[in-house]
């Protein structure tokens, strides 16, 4: 095999020679593949992919900023970029990088902490955005729901899109969350069945079953 591809060319490889080496990618990853992974500079969007997936499992100091990284890692498959590499242009049908997605680990299989083949899929960044927790920045209250303290009652709301979404306030804060969790499920299908066509079956199905749990 050539040691030098273009992108065009490395997005319609179906398999890879492979190399002997030792981990040496985020202290864990092999960079086993027989070719270059830089074009002009930069890193292919596949193996950008991997060292970033790497960095939430094995970067401590990403772990500390982060604490929504702590538990987690990657399967053993995906330790050799050349397994990742194969995985990852047959996961998007050898299609090049897919544009506005993002690599997701728990949608088909929630609160999943592995990245893996089984487990992980692409997704559009609004569907990983709206289903992500936001346990850090709302403190006590149950999800979606924060004091407002002009009026003293209780904001039931969620972002979309980067924009808020207000649904109503409240006297008490499970009123507030009862309501946010009619509102957010029905906004995460609509958004499913918007992507249907570009979410692998087993995401939309587990997105069109979501469930808003007051603490998660």
Not at 92 to 101: A, E, F, Q, S
Request: glycine share 6%.
């Amino acid at each position: 095999m050539k040691l030098a591809f273009s992108q065009d060319e490395l997005d319609k490889l179906v398999s890879v020679d492979r190399l002997v080496v030792e981990p040496t990618v985020a202290g864990s990853g092999r960079n086993d593949v027989n070719f270059r992974v830089k074009i002009d500079g930069k890193h292919i969007w596949q193996y950008a992919t991997w060292i970033d997936l790497l960095k939430r499992c094995f970067s401590e100091r990403l772990k500390t900023r982060r604490p929504t990284y702590k538990d987690v890692t990657c399967c053993d498959e995906w330790l050799s970029f050349a397994n990742f590499f194969e995985w990852v242009n047959r996961e998007v049908d050898y299609k090049g990088r897919p544009i506005g997605m993002a690599l997701d680990k728990d949608i088909i299989v929630r609160g999943n902490k592995v990245y893996s083949p089984s487990t992980c899929t692409f997704v559009p960044e609004v569907v990983n955005s709206l289903v992500s927790d936001s346990k850090s920045a709302r403190g006590v209250l149950p999800v979606g729901v924060h004091l407002d303290s002009f009026s003293g009652k209780y904001v039931a709301q969620f972002s979309f899109f980067g924009k808020s979404k207000h649904i109503g306030y409240y006297a008490d804060p499970k009123e507030a969350f009862a309501a946010y969790k009619i509102a957010k499920e029905a906004q995460i299908r609509v958004v499913a069945s918007q992507y249907k066509a570009v979410l692998k079956k087993e995401a939309h199905d587990a997105l069109m079953r979501w469930e808003i749990f007051e603490n998660a």
